[in-house]
């Protein structure tokens, strides 16, 4: 079994900068996609990110040329760094993991990953 535990969320003004982390745990050896997914209360869940099996990434068109997803020095941890922040990124973010990813659609994230994180609040406002 595997775990997802997220940490990095917290409360910046708009234009501000916050790095998301998602450290995995556990049987971890065939998981070989994963992502970040976020939502807003009374709302569905939104694709934000992702890095693909074979080390493609896309994001979604909100978040393009703010967001950075990467991995670090092992696959067992997975990073969103956020910067220019706005209201709009307000929401709880969860990070996503599932064996093997090719081409997914963004919009598809929340119904694709089978391992989720509890998640990490991040709230822009000033």
């Known amino acids: 079994e595997m775990h997802l535990a997220e940490s990095g969320g917290g409360s910046v003004q708009p234009g501000g900068s916050l790095r998301l982390s998602c450290e995995a745990s556990?049987?971890?050896?065939?998981?070989?996609?994963m992502g970040w997914v976020r939502q807003v209360p009374g709302q569905e869940r939104e694709g934000v990110a992702i890095?693909?099996?074979?080390?493609?990434?896309n994001y979604a068109d909100t978040v393009k040329g703010r967001f950075t997803i990467s991995k670090g020095a092992t696959k067992d941890i997975l990073y969103l760094q956020m910067n220019n922040l706005t209201p709009e990124d307000k929401a709880m973010y969860y990070c996503?993991?599932?064996?093997?990813?090719?081409?997914?659609?963004?919009?598809?994230?929340?119904?694709?990953?089978?391992?989720w994180g509890q998640g990490t609040q991040v709230t822009v406002s000033s």
């Open positions: 996503a993991a599932k064996p093997y990813c090719y081409r997914e659609r963004i919009e598809n994230l929340p119904r694709i990953f089978g391992y």
């Open positions: 556990g049987y971890t050896r065939n998981i070989h996609c």
């Open positions: 890095i693909e099996t074979d080390g493609r990434i």
